[in-house]
């Protein structure tokens, strides 16, 4: 008994200690946003007169109304056909177990190991080739791309968890294979879905690689990209730059909150299945 209670206050003594060390760089961060323009704050220290008008100029310098929408549009072309595609390829490898699904399987994973910065170089001469470079489809394509080895591998843990019994019922009653994804397994799957959704949109407004180095124009690019309008004038303007990095998090931030519960158990269920 002694032993599980000590186990259980160190356990929330290192929760503490980690909070304590995610969440003090937001402080820091927002401390110094608070500061008058181009000064650099020493360490944790509470303006006297904290600037919050650092937040508009940083806004209108960035700006982050074009950006907005962009990121909008980003999210929403990536995001349906990417959880579209994943959920057809996860139910065909997990529940029709479709002849060489284990090699698809098996190549989907090794897709895992692909890092963005690796291919980013590749990417860029070959949209340069197809003419579709300082596009938004420059950003677009390779996310999708990019999330189908996690995706597919996401969908697919739950397809093959789900009793084959279902499937041959349905096939009994006459139902074709479209009717057993769309009128059976699909309404079953929401609840894995919406949480592969919302992963995936956190993810795409926060893609800051592909779209600073795929995309010229600032205003085509996303919310993370955004850090790039700073570069130059502003890279040494501190306060301002931190002010933007608040704004660039706080969609993030309202989307964790409004979803935490949604986003833990997704990351739990991703964890659990096989």
């Given at each position: ?30 401390m ?7 000064t ?63 090699i ?43 999330y ?9 843990a ?45 993810w ?12 010229e ?57 096989g």
């Amino acid at each position: 008994m002694r032993i599980a209670r000590s186990e259980l206050y160190a356990g929330r003594v290192l929760l503490m200690g980690l909070m304590v060390i995610t969440i003090l760089p937001f402080i820091s961060i927002f401390m110094t946003a608070l500061h008058p323009s181009g000064t650099v704050p020493r360490g944790l220290e509470w303006p006297a007169e904290p600037q919050w008008g650092n937040f508009i100029e940083a806004f209108n310098v960035a700006n982050m109304t074009a950006l907005l929408g962009s990121s909008v549009y980003i999210v929403l072309a990536v995001v349906p056909v990417s959880l579209l595609i994943s959920t057809m390829a996860g139910f065909a490898i997990g529940q029709l177990r479709i002849p060489g699904s284990r090699i698809l399987l098996g190549l989907f994973v090794f897709g895992l190991t692909l890092p963005f910065g690796g291919i980013i170089v590749p990417l860029y001469y070959l949209e340069r080739a197809m003419g579709i470079y300082n596009t938004r489809l420059a950003v677009v394509l390779p996310l999708i791309g990019l999330y189908m080895p996690f995706a597919v591998f996401w969908m697919r843990a739950h397809f093959v968890n789900m009793p084959m019994e279902i499937s041959e019922a349905a096939r009994v009653d006459g139902a074709t294979t479209w009717d057993l994804f769309l009128r059976i397994h699909l309404p079953l799957a929401r609840a894995p879905m919406a949480s592969l959704g919302i992963l995936m949109s956190v993810w795409t407004w926060n893609q800051f690689l592909l779209a600073l180095v795929l995309v010229e124009d600032p205003t085509e690019r996303t919310m993370a990209g955004a850090l790039g309008a700073f570069q130059g004038h502003y890279a040494t303007n501190v306060p301002l730059l931190c002010a933007g990095t608040i704004l660039i998090l706080l969609p993030t931030l309202i989307v964790f909150v409004l979803f935490q519960r949604q986003i833990i158990s997704a990351l739990l269920q991703g964890s659990v299945k096989g």
